[in-house]
């Protein structure tokens, strides 16, 4: 089979719209939640109340999935009252993964007064040092950008509702 003809793997992969486009960023919206959920699950990510946010933002990254997944005996997709309400979802769960970096920086610039290598300096350091020691994890256990896949998954949610519309 040559790559620039026939019907296909790499025809479907060079038409990359419609159905198949659709259909894979269902995918991979569904395997981005689902490693997600279990990252969070794994680290016990539910110790205190700032902690449980992540977990309301994930049923409403869920719910925003869920309104836009593939129905295979129907003919047309979800409707535009639908795709708006998923694209509000997913900002809103985009914001929270912003309020989760925020969170975790905090709470790595709390701990670094207490951190061996760099809690006698710490006071000396000027802000902009500090703050990047806080966002590389040198100080503080929180990882500080691991929200940011709130972020990404909420974008790829508000690509999907394009997809869906039509418009990409």
Not at 27 to 51: D, F, M, P, S
Not at 101 to 114: D, M, T
Not at 139 to 161: D, K, Q, R, T, Y
Request: net charge positive; charged share 15%; glycine share 12%.
């Amino acid at each position: 089979m040559s790559i620039n003809g026939g019907d296909g793997v790499w025809a479907r992969f060079r038409r990359l719209g419609g159905k198949d486009l659709n259909e894979g960023l269902h995918g991979l919206c569904a395997l981005g939640i689902g490693g997600l959920v279990t990252e969070l699950a794994l680290t016990r990510h539910w110790q205190k109340w700032n902690q449980g946010l992540v977990w309301l933002f994930m049923v409403l990254l869920m719910r925003a999935w869920w309104i836009l997944r593939p129905f295979p005996s129907a003919r047309s997709g979800p409707n535009a009252a639908q795709r708006r309400q998923a694209n509000r979802l997913s900002a809103i769960v985009a914001a929270g993964g912003l309020l989760g970096i925020v969170f975790h920086v905090n709470g790595n610039l709390s701990a670094a007064p207490l951190d061996a290598a760099y809690g006698r300096l710490w006071e000396s350091m000027p802000a902009w040092q500090q703050l990047w020691l806080a966002v590389t994890m040198r100080v503080g256990p929180a990882p500080a950008l691991a929200s940011g896949a709130l972020v990404l998954l909420a974008g790829m949610i508000w690509l999907l509702a394009k997809v869906e519309s039509g418009a990409v």
